[in-house]
């Protein structure tokens, strides 16, 4: 077990005067308290003989479990130490059972700094919760993307979009499909903006996790394969594709004027469900139209396209992700 002397504390961020500085220190020790106890040993694999006059662990549970000296935990909940390093920080988060939300502000409350990022879990799919959302909004393509700009799952209306081969096969990536796929070069009238965008977005998900190897495997095709991808990202533009609007050739619907909104999945790291609504009477009226005749069967039907335009025929796939 480490002396107080070798936690981590960076060269001259040992305690310093000011009101900002102390209140933090007053809120770490007050946050590392509040999570301790809501601990029983048994929930960090810990037995204990008979009952105890308070719930929760003892700080000495707690640093043995972060492998510190209990006189150096004792000071930090006290607020008698400088900032820790960002290692034992984590070896806390972990002792404690932190969740990503909770370890983030640990190291924000000790050190007034994010930490650093983790690799997300690369799941199969999303939560049965994002599922419903994305088969709720039934006139709106709506899809969700990792930081990879993989497509982990879609709804009907972006498959009546896209085609039916969107999300699967050499499909799945949005970044692939930008860059590689002539049919989306035609169909994407504001091609260079999203394209943009992507490279901006790729560059800032590079540093957040420089050693995910889907991320960088990813990354070295798009380089390697498009000149305008590499000449892009020599620019080091650096940017987050939140939200916009774009112009979409469709083979069957038309010209389609679309804002698209990237939005944080719920309880997800990393992902983002992206939607797209309707910009105007027309393209209302036309996606509408779309996504209605080739819609599966619904208990519940989409309201019927304006009369004054016939809903058309079965979509071509068309890349305009």
Known sequence: MQDSGVHGLDQGE?????????????????????????????????????????????????????????????????????????????????????TPVEREYLHLTARGQTPPRRLPDRPDGVSPSVRAILDGMPALPAYVLDH????????????????????????????????????MRRGQLSWEQV?????????????????????QAVIARLRAESSAFAAWWGDHTVSERGSGVKRVAHPVAGVLTVAYDMLAAPGAVEQRLVVLTPVGAVTEQ??????????????????PPSPARRSPGSPTPVRAA
């Open 14 to 98: 040992r305690s310093k005067p000011g009101t900002a500085r102390t209140t933090r220190q007053s809120t770490l020790g007050e946050f590392l308290t509040a999570m301790r106890a809501r601990l029983a040993p048994a929930d960090v694999g810990l037995r204990t003989a008979g009952r105890r006059r308070t719930p929760g662990l003892r700080r000495q549970e707690v640093a043995e479990l972060a492998a510190v000296s209990i006189d150096w935990y004792i000071r930090l909940e006290q607020g008698r130490v400088g900032a820790p390093g960002t290692a034992v920080l984590d070896a806390l988060a972990e002792a404690l059972r932190l």
């Open 148 to 183: 990879c700009f993989d497509v982990l799952a879609h709804n009907a209306a972006a498959t009546a979009m896209f085609g039916t081969g969107f999300g699967h096969g050499p499909l799945a990536n949005v970044a692939f499909l930008l860059f590689f796929d002539e049919d």
């Open 195 to 215: 394209a943009r965008e992507t490279v901006g977005a790729l560059r800032a998900n590079a540093a957040k996790y420089p050693d995910d190897p889907r991320l």
């Open 286 to 303: 036309r996606l509408r139209a779309l996504v209605t005749a080739n819609a599966p069967a619904r208990t519940s039907p989409l309201p």
